[in-house]
Every structure is written in structure tokens, then in C-alpha cells.
């Protein structure tokens, strides 16, 4: 008798990926949602994800979560082996592969995580607001769909390279529709004569390197809400310097990771964990270490 592919396989793939908390909030929702499955880390050297990606499926994984470095090659992959969708392929990355009868399906499930953060955690009507949003790398991508749907007043990306912004906005731009959308460069952003972001969201790496992005005062309003999508034990220095200008309402991206993953369990699983108790253990475990 055939024994090997009993349970079905999950794992996230990324290098490095030993400090991932993919696999504990994963076995947390199978364990919560009675769905019997096994989630390891695998870590896959960069030249090595197109074999990976080709192996997987035949050793029993019906799906992975993708993580730095491989989101933008797993994408090219998936469009050329499989289908993504529509969300995905504007995203230009993807942190999700569902593998099925009908083949390989490539997700994006990040913005849709930072929704559900936003708006069910953290308690944001997104809808009429103003929203910066810092970076414009494959983090700040991958979220501007989700956050265009969610229909703001207006988006404006800024980044330290200016012409990196405005060539995603460009590339935006249809999927805005009426909603005012802009790139500039951070520098910009003091000089320009507008009202005050309701939301800024922090989808630069600056915060991996122990670096603050100083906003020019009044930039973001007092009432105003500021996110990054970076977290830790600590308040993230971009956080930090918010909270020093007087910004009380701030959150980290813990919330984002835990809501990215549930969005991906679902697609497998067709089961909705329930957040909040992963969310709440992994803070606490974040503060142990
Ligand atoms: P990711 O996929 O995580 O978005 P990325 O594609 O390398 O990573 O993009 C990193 C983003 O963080 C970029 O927007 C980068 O700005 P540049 O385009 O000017 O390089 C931004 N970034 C990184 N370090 C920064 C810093 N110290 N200050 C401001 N922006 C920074």
C-alpha cells in the first residue's frame, strides 16, 4: 500500500526562512479548524525555486507560501505554468500557490491581509480617507489594488527614489479609476499644499535597517492613523518617530502576517480561521524573545 502522501503538505519557501512564524501560525489554524495538515519551513536558495516549484506537487504539497527573495520569480513562474489571479497579477509578486486539479493557481493575499488588519482589527473605515502609502518596491505593490478597492479619497505613494513612485502610479492608474493617485518622491511630500493624511502606511524596508522615515510635521493629521508593515518586540522606528510627533493611534504589521496567512488558508482549505488567538499568542511569544 502507497502510504506516502497521507496528509496533505503545506510550507512556506524563502532564504533565509528559520525565523519564519508562517509554520506556527499555520499548524495554530489547522489545529483551530480541525483541518489535518502538516506546514514546515523550506529553505530554498535562490537558483534552486524553479526545481522546487516543479518537485513540490509530485512529493504531496497542495500549497506554499513564498516569502523574500523568491515573491516576483515564483510570479513569473506561475504565469507561465499556471494561472494567477487577478489580484496577483497586477501585484507582480505572489506569496501563495495553491496547487489543484486544474493545475497551479498564484495568489497575492497580502493586500487582502492589510485590509483585514486595518479595518477589522484595528477598526479603519478606509472608505473617503486619505492614505499615503511609503515605498515603492514589491511590498507597497502588492497592496495598492486592495487599497484602491477600498475606495479612499485619494492615494499618494512617495519614495526616496521619486521616479520609482510615479511609474507605479502610472501603472495604477487604470485600476483607480475616479480616485485620485500619485507618486512623488519623499522629498516632495513637505513641499506639496495639501490636507493632512488620514493614514500613512510604511511598505519601505528602512525599518529592517534600524532607519526612520521622518515625515514633515502636520503631514499625517493629528487623529491620524500610521501603520508599518515591518514588526518586532519593540515599536518599529518609523512607529517610534510617529509617536515622538505626537501620533497616538499606530499599529505594526504582526496583525497584517497572521491575516495574509488566514486569507491563504482559506484558499486551500475552504475554512476561515479565526485570527485573533494566533494574533494575540504570537504578540505575546514576540515579547518572550
Ligand atoms: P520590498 O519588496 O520589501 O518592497 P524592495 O523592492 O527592495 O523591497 O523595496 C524597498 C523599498 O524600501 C524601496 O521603496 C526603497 O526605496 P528606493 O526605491 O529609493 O530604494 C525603500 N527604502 C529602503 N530603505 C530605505 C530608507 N532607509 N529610507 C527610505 N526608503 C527606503
Known amino acids: 500500500m502507497n502510504m506516502v502522501h497521507t496528509i496533505d503538505r503545506y510550507a512556506v519557501i524563502g532564504h533565509p526562512i528559520s525565523h519564519s512564524l508562517s509554520p506556527v501560525i499555520h499548524t495554530a489554524f489547522a489545529a483551530q479548524t480541525g483541518q489535518h495538515l502538516s506546514y514546515e519551513a523550506i ?25 523574500v527573495p523568491h515573491k516576483e520569480s515564483a510570479w513569473a513562474f506561475a504565469q ?20 489543484r486539479s486544474e493545475g497551479l493557481l498564484g495568489d497575492n493575499t497580502d493586500g487582502q491581509g492589510l ?18 502609502l511609503l ?23 512617495a519614495n526616496r527614489t521619486a521616479d520609482k ?12 479609476g475616479a480616485t485620485p493617485l500619485a507618486g512623488c518622491g519623499l522629498d516632495a511630500l513637505g513641499k506639496q499644499d495639501h490636507d493632512a493624511f488620514d493614514l500613512v502606511i510604511n511598505a519601505t524596508s528602512a525599518s529592517l535597517g534600524g532607519e526612520a522615515i521622518a515625515l514633515p510635521s502636520g503631514a499625517l493629521s493629528a487623529h491620524g492613523f500610521a501603520y508599518d508593515m515591518m514588526y518586532g518586540k519593540k515599536l518599529t522606528p518609523f512607529l517610534e518617530a510617529q509617536q515622538q510627533s505626537g ?30 488567538p494566533v494574533y494575540h499568542a504570537l504578540r505575546e511569544r514576540l515579547a518572550r524573545h
Open 43 to 67: 529553505d530554498v536558495a535562490p537558483g534552486q525555486l524553479e526545481t522546487t516549484l516543479n518537485q513540490l506537487p509530485v512529493a504531496g504539497y497542495r500549497g506554499i507560501n513564498i516569502t
Open 165 to 176: 513612485a510615479q511609474r507605479l502610479a502610472a501603472l495604477f492608474t487604470r485600476s483607480a
Open 80 to 99: 507561465q505554468q499556471g494561472q494567477l489571479t487577478e489580484r496577483a497579477l497586477l501585484a507582480g509578486a505572489i506569496n501563495t500557490i495553491a496547487w
Open 247 to 276: 501620533i497616538i493611534r499606530l499599529a505594526d504589521g504582526l496583525g497584517m502576517l497572521v491575516e495574509q496567512a488566514a486569507v491563504a488558508f482559506e484558499l486551500w482549505r475552504g475554512v476561515t480561521p479565526e485570527t485573533g
Open 115 to 132: 485590509l483585514n488588519d486595518l479595518q477589522q482589527r484595528h477598526g479603519l473605515n478606509l472608505a473617503g480617507q486619505r492614505i499615503l
Open 135 to 157: 515605498g515603492a518596491g514589491g511590498a507597497s505593490r502588492g497592496v495598492i489594488l486592495p487599497l484602491l478597492a477600498a475606495k479612499p479619497a485619494s492615494l499618494v505613494i
